[in-house]
């Protein structure tokens, strides 16, 4: 069970990181994923890429897979195929929260 908690936001007590208000103006000021570079020519990346390796790098999972920048767009890194990996979503996840 998560405790109570002030809003990342405005303050307000919730049971989550932010309230429903907050989430929902943090959304609309957020970059859409195309304008972030997730567009068509990164789905059929992913997909091929996929296709070769059908399975998790880190725990040969073949379910939900995913297409992961080892080195994050944040970070400098490229979408380029030598900075690709593919990842289960567990994996892909945990990735992302070190």
Not at 26 to 42: F, I, Q, T, V
Not at 44 to 57: K, N
Not at 75 to 92: A, D, E, F, H, Y
Request: overall charge positive.
């Amino acid at each position: 069970m998560v405790l109570p908690r002030p809003c990342n936001g405005c303050g307000v007590t919730v049971r989550a990181s932010r309230c429903d208000a907050c989430k929902r103006l943090l959304e609309r000021k957020r970059p859409k994923r195309a304008d972030r570079g997730y567009d068509s020519k990164w789905h059929e990346l992913s997909r091929t890429m996929r296709a070769q390796h059908p399975f998790c790098t880190l725990c040969h999972s073949t379910k939900d897979l995913t297409l992961d920048h080892i080195k994050s767009l944040a970070q400098g890194g490229l979408t380029i195929p030598s900075n690709l990996q593919v990842l289960c979503r567990k994996c892909n996840s945990q990735k992302g929260s070190k």
